[in-house]
């Protein structure tokens, strides 16, 4: 049993239908979604390039072999070797496991700032994504409308809380989409609308080679965003946000971009843990639990290439653990060798819209164009289906340009962070 199916569960399951034969064993997931989502890609649905369907691995196609189970797990029995699901309707179940792989992944961090988990939207699945652009659009649209002036600057103002890689390229492709969509809105000049990105840290993108930070900071300040580094967010209320300088910014859309933690049910395990990730040796097991592994953002993995550190919450580790990870569960069913968890890093590349976008392939720094065909070329090496989709819809931008529509599909209440965060 595998719960979760983000990169490392998705991955572990692709890795085990193809180790162990035909009737070895009986493989279940349990997500609460039918599809591995692709999050490198949610800034381009977002930003109306990309269709949500292209951003969505269907687990039924991929995972030929493997039962899903819909719904989320509320408990674990170690003892037992029994898991305890909700499912979708709300209905509660228990599944038997003999060996179970954590990949539950993470959850957003709302950190302790007043008015965040009631005003902000979060940026980590397609409904948050399309809820997003559609919210764009319709703060433009109610902007031209608007008759007094200061309302009209509100909702002219978009906030993105945290520069790292989510939180740059929203800013980045969201400034995008609303300089192509002023060609539809004839009452707003574009110095009206106003982007700003904040973040407590001294760089932009401080996660990842600081050779990326300075590249990635002109393209945005060029493009006219605020960048304000070293402040942080005090406050979040439904028309203004608070700097920790003392300033206070009149706007409709906060997108919190700060980061992540592990899911809570690493907490319900009551397991040793390491900044709050369940600790695990190089082979990805649970050291003292037989048959239990973990991987991705919900374990503690040690780094290798950093001895006395654990690997990073990135997709690339998520990946490569959940691959390792089969390998180790088929191994511990007596098919193949046990493996320890080694990887090589290749680098980190960042789209920031248009024709830019800064990478470090192999640690050589690039940025424009060049980045811009690299960072493309890896998405399309890392989506597990549906290449040829994403290739038109980018084709298609270049050619026709993005469609400038909202369908309000998505309500408020369904991505507002404090919901989301209790059902999680």
């Known amino acids: 049993?595998?719960?979760?199916?983000?990169?490392?569960?998705?991955?572990?399951l692709r890795t085990l239908e193809n180790r162990l034969p035909a009737g070895a064993a009986e493989l279940v997931v349990v997500n609460p979604a039918?599809?591995?989502?692709?999050?490198?890609?949610?800034?381009?649905?977002?930003?109306?390039?990309?269709?949500?369907?292209?951003?969505?691995?269907?687990?039924?196609?991929?995972?030929?072999?493997?039962?899903?189970?819909?719904?989320?797990v509320s408990g674990i029995d170690l003892a037992a070797r029994?898991?305890?699901?909700?499912?979708?309707?709300?209905?509660?179940?228990?599944?038997?496991?003999?060996?179970?792989?954590?990949a539950c992944g993470a959850v957003t961090r709302l950190l302790s700032v007043p008015g965040v988990a009631e005003h902000a939207m979060g940026f980590k699945s397609?409904?948050?994504a399309v809820y997003l652009r559609d919210h764009i659009l319709r703060q433009l649209e109610l902007a031209e409308q608007a008759t007094d002036a200061a309302e009209r600057a509100a909702r002219t103002t978009f906030v993105v809380v945290g520069a790292g890689y989510t939180g740059t390229e929203?800013?980045?492709?969201?400034?995008?989409l609303t300089r192509d969509a002023l060609r539809f809105f004839p009452g707003l000049r574009a110095d009206e609308v106003r982007w700003l990105l904040v973040d407590l840290a001294s760089r932009v993108l401080p996660g990842l080679n600081p050779r990326l930070s300075g590249p990635a900071q002109r393209v945005l300040c060029r493009r006219g965003v605020e960048v304000r580094l070293r402040t942080t967010v005090s406050e979040v209320s439904d028309t203004c946000v608070s700097l920790s300088d003392g300033t206070e910014i009149p706007t409709r859309t906060v997108v919190w971009c700060v980061g992540v933690r592990p899911d809570p049910l690493v907490d319900v395990l009551r397991?040793?843990?390491?900044?709050?990730?369940?600790?695990?040796?190089?082979?990805?097991?649970?050291?003292?639990?037989?048959?239990?592994?973990?991987?991705?953002?919900?374990?503690?993995?040690?780094?290798?290439?950093h001895p006395g550190q654990i690997t990073p919450m990135t997709a690339q580790h998520a990946q490569r653990q959940g691959h390792v990870a089969g390998i180790n569960v088929a191994a511990s069913l007596g098919y193949g060798q046990p493996r320890r968890y080694r990887h090589r890093d290749l680098g980190f590349t960042v789209d920031l819209g248009g024709r830019e976008a800064v990478a470090d392939p192999l640690h050589v720094p690039v940025t424009g164009p060049l980045a811009k065909s690299i960072t493309r070329g890896y998405h399309l090496a890392a989506l597990p289906t549906g290449r040829s989709r994403v290739v038109l819809d980018w084709f298609a931008d270049v050619v026709a340009g993005r469609q400038i529509v909202q369908f309000g599909l998505v309500s408020e209440s369904a991505v507002r962070l404090a919901e989301v965060d209790r059902i999680a």
Do not use: K
């Open 34 to 72: 039918d599809y591995m989502l692709y999050v490198p890609l949610l800034p381009e649905v977002a930003a109306a390039i990309l269709e949500p369907r292209r951003v969505a691995v269907p687990l039924r196609a991929e995972l030929a072999r493997t039962r899903v189970v819909l719904g989320n």
């Open 82 to 102: 029994t898991c305890s699901v909700i499912d979708v309707e709300r209905r509660p179940t228990v599944l038997r496991w003999d060996r179970l792989v954590l």
């Open 271 to 305: 397991l040793p843990t390491r900044e709050g990730r369940l600790a695990v040796d190089d082979h990805l097991t649970v050291p003292g639990q037989d048959g239990l592994f973990a991987a991705g953002d919900a374990a503690a993995v040690p780094d290798p290439a």
């Open 1 to 12: 049993m595998v719960v979760g199916a983000g990169f490392a569960g998705f991955h572990c």
């Open 170 to 176: 929203v800013v980045g492709q969201g400034q995008l």
């Open 126 to 128: 397609i409904a948050e």
